[in-house]
């Protein structure tokens, strides 16, 4: 199977229907040309906790920060399902799987397991936006393929340049993972990255040879040396960009005030009013939320 089949067959893969109805709402609501899914709750098939979909739209690239992101209640079937969404243009999407911008959130992050769960026009594939999220999906693969190998041993399982590559992405952006991250990644999704290095390399007609379990790639020193002084110039931009991130989600992460309230309750089991001044100042509002949580904690 080549690289587009596998990443075509990939973004099929099922959901719960209930998954489906939601990313039908929101890509409906912005208008957008297509929903992906991905996170954890993807490999579980669960509904409980935070699901994550990015809502691709038409339009030019954006320029400055992005994705949008924002968070949404629904009520479905009896059950809250919740979602934290993140939202940019397809054109931007592509050209950031491309590798061709400071930021290595899409590349690194939809190398990893994603579907297609809702899209404006028919699935006919390569011949409208939906083919152009397979295309932008195959890119991210061969970003973040090429960095592993340019970044991995000279030979070695597969699973040694995947781990390489993981290792090197958690270093660069702005927050705290447990030792080990990676090897979670890689074993919770052994059936997607198994294989999935090897295809690339022939897709981009990159030389290696398999010796038994081990592979032998054969890069070109020159690209090798332009893959690294690319990533080199991401690694730096990469928390900076997370900082940026996090200060424009404060003004406007819409939804805020109602998603931190679940996630404190959810971990602490204090249920904090969520009202409109909450809303919409979330930052203000932390040390007032720690009171009540504090104070509930002593009254408990």
């Given at each position: 199977?080549?690289?587009?089949?596998?990443?075509?067959?990939?973004?099929?893969?099922?959901?719960?229907?209930?998954?489906?109805?939601?990313?039908?709402?929101?890509?409906?609501?912005?208008?957008?040309?297509?929903?992906?899914?991905?996170?954890?709750?993807?490999?579980?098939?669960?509904?409980?906790?935070?699901?994550?979909?990015?809502?691709?739209?038409?339009?030019?690239?954006?320029?400055?920060?992005?994705?949008?992101?924002?968070?949404?209640?629904?009520?479905?079937?009896?059950?809250?399902?919740?979602?934290?969404?993140?939202?940019?243009?397809?054109?931007?999407?592509?050209?950031?799987?491309?590798?061709?911008?400071?930021?290595?959130?899409?590349?690194?992050?939809?190398?990893?397991?994603?579907?297609?769960?809702?899209?404006?026009?028919?699935?006919?594939?390569?011949?409208?936006?939906?083919?152009?999220?397979?295309?932008?999906?195959?890119?991210?693969?061969?970003?973040?393929?090429?960095?592993?190998?340019?970044?991995?041993?000279?030979?070695?399982?597969?699973?040694?340049?995947?781990?390489?590559?993981?290792?090197?992405?958690?270093?660069?952006?702005?927050?705290?993972?447990?030792?080990?991250?990676?090897?979670?990644?890689?074993?919770?999704?052994?059936?997607?990255?198994?294989?999935?290095?090897?295809?690339?390399?022939?897709?981009?007609?990159?030389?290696?040879?398999?010796?038994?379990?081990?592979?032998?790639?054969?890069?070109?020193?020159?690209?090798?040396?332009?893959?690294?002084?690319?990533?080199?110039?991401?690694?730096?931009?990469?928390?900076?960009?997370?900082?940026a991130r996090l200060l424009r989600a404060t003004r406007t992460f819409d939804g805020a005030g109602r998603y931190a309230a679940w996630k404190v309750e959810r971990h602490t089991g204090v249920e904090v009013e969520v009202t409109p001044w909450r809303?919409?100042?979330?930052?203000?509002?932390?040390?007032?939320?720690?009171?009540?949580?504090?104070?509930?904690?002593?009254?408990?």
């Amino acid at each position: 199977m080549n690289l587009t089949d596998r990443v075509d067959k990939a973004l099929d893969r099922e959901v719960d229907p209930a998954i489906s109805a939601f990313a039908a709402r929101l890509g409906e609501e912005a208008q957008a040309a297509a929903v992906l899914f991905y996170g954890s709750n993807l490999r579980t098939g669960l509904l409980e906790g935070v699901l994550d979909f990015y809502v691709l739209t038409d339009g030019s690239p954006e320029r400055g920060i992005w994705p949008t992101v924002s968070y949404r209640e629904w009520e479905h079937d009896g059950q809250t399902l919740r979602a934290k969404i993140a939202t940019m243009t397809l054109a931007k999407f592509r050209e950031a799987a491309k590798g061709r911008s400071r930021d290595a959130t899409i590349w690194a992050r939809f190398v990893q397991p994603s579907a297609l769960v809702w899209s404006k026009e028919p699935p006919v594939r390569h011949e409208n936006n939906t083919g152009d999220i397979v295309l932008a999906v195959q890119d991210a693969a061969v970003t973040a393929a090429h960095l592993a190998v340019a970044l991995g041993p000279a030979k070695g399982r597969e699973e040694d340049y995947w781990r390489a590559l993981f290792q090197e992405t958690y270093k660069a952006e702005f927050r705290i993972e447990k030792p080990g991250r990676e090897n979670s990644i890689l074993s919770l999704n052994q059936d997607h990255f198994s294989g999935l290095l090897p295809a690339v390399l022939e897709w981009t007609k990159v030389p290696f040879e398999l010796d038994g379990e081990l592979l032998v790639p054969q890069m070109a020193l020159d690209y090798r040396s332009d893959v690294l002084r690319r990533w080199h110039r991401s690694r730096r931009w990469g928390k900076p960009l997370n900082i940026a991130r996090l200060l424009r989600a404060t003004r406007t992460f819409d939804g805020a005030g109602r998603y931190a309230a679940w996630k404190v309750e959810r971990h602490t089991g204090v249920e904090v009013e969520v009202t409109p001044w909450r809303e919409k100042h979330p930052v203000l509002a932390a040390p007032g939320v720690l009171w009540e949580i504090w104070r509930a904690k002593r009254q408990s």
